[in-house]
T-cell receptor, first 110, second 116 residues
Framework: KQEVTQIPAALSVPEGENLVLNCSFTDSAIYNLQWFRQDPGKGLTSLLLIQSSQREQTSGRLNASLDKSSGRSTLYIAASQPGDSATYLCAVGSASKIIFGSGTRLSIRP | DVKVTQSSRYLVKRTGEKVFLECVQDMDHENMFWYRQDPGLGLRLIYFSYDVKMKEKGDIPEGYSVSREKKERFSLILESASTNQTSMYLC???????????????FGPGTRLTVL
């Protein structure tokens, strides 16, 4: 049974720092991994999708990596800004379902 | 841009009422999904549909049903609402991927349902 874990549950960093969010999964037989952002009381916004054949994807200040063999993905945020404050969730797509992590709540201090 | 809309942002219903949550996407996506999100439990899949009139149960289908009569619209139905169905309900869609989701999921803004 696939399990997706995001540690830490919450993170606070000062503005301007580079940071890494972690996502780990137990079953490496995945189709893809997706990172989302969720603002309080809102829906999810897709940030990056990495297919199982890919190692990383980049969009602006965001870079996501995928290492299937170790069951890990990271989301790197460069030069963090207060507007980056949100909850970040990863979701693993496999043969029969999509499993979401519980998220990391990120706070960027001005 | 893909747009997924949900009929209500907030909804308050009474126990035993029949509740309809509507979701519409405007990008001709084949897959549509209903999730609920609860603190400490994360997102859980209720039902998904990969084609008109096709549906499959997710992880927590009990107490819910769905309807997909048109490609762009996916409805979640609570036949007899109960207090434990108080939650945030999120609809999503994705382009295609056999029966499964292998593509980016686009989410609606969510409906916060309270059952009294």
């Amino acid at each position: 049974k696939q399990e997706v874990t995001q540690i830490p549950a919450a993170l606070s960093v000062p503005e301007g720092e580079n940071l890494v969010l972690n996502c780990s999964f137990t079953d490496s037989a995945i189709y893809n991994l997706q990172w989302f952002r969720q603002d309080p009381g809102k829906g999810l916004t897709s940030l990056l999708l990495i297919q199982s054949s890919q190692r990383e994807q980049t969009s602006g200040r965001l870079n996501a990596s995928l290492d299937k063999s170790s069951g890990r993905s990271t989301l790197y945020i460069a030069a963090s800004q207060p507007g980056d404050s949100a909850t970040y969730l990863c979701a693993v797509g496999s043969a029969s379902k999509i499993i979401f992590g519980s998220g990391t709540r990120l706070s960027i201090r001005p | 841009d893909v747009k997924v809309t949900q009929s209500s942002r907030y909804l308050v219903k009474r126990t035993g009422e029949k509740v309809f949550l509507e979701c519409v996407q405007d990008m001709d996506h084949e897959n549509m999904f209903w999730y609920r999100q609860d603190p400490g439990l994360g997102l859980r899949l209720i039902y998904f549909s990969y084609d008109v009139k096709m549906k499959e149960k997710g992880d927590i289908p009990e107490g819910y049903s769905v309807s997909r009569e048109k490609k762009e619209r996916f409805s979640l139905i609570l036949e007899s609402a109960s207090t434990n169905q108080t939650s945030m309900y999120l609809c999503a869609s994705s382009l295609f991927g056999q029966k499964l989701n292998t593509d980016t999921q686009y989410f609606g803004p969510g409906t916060r349902l309270t059952v009294l």
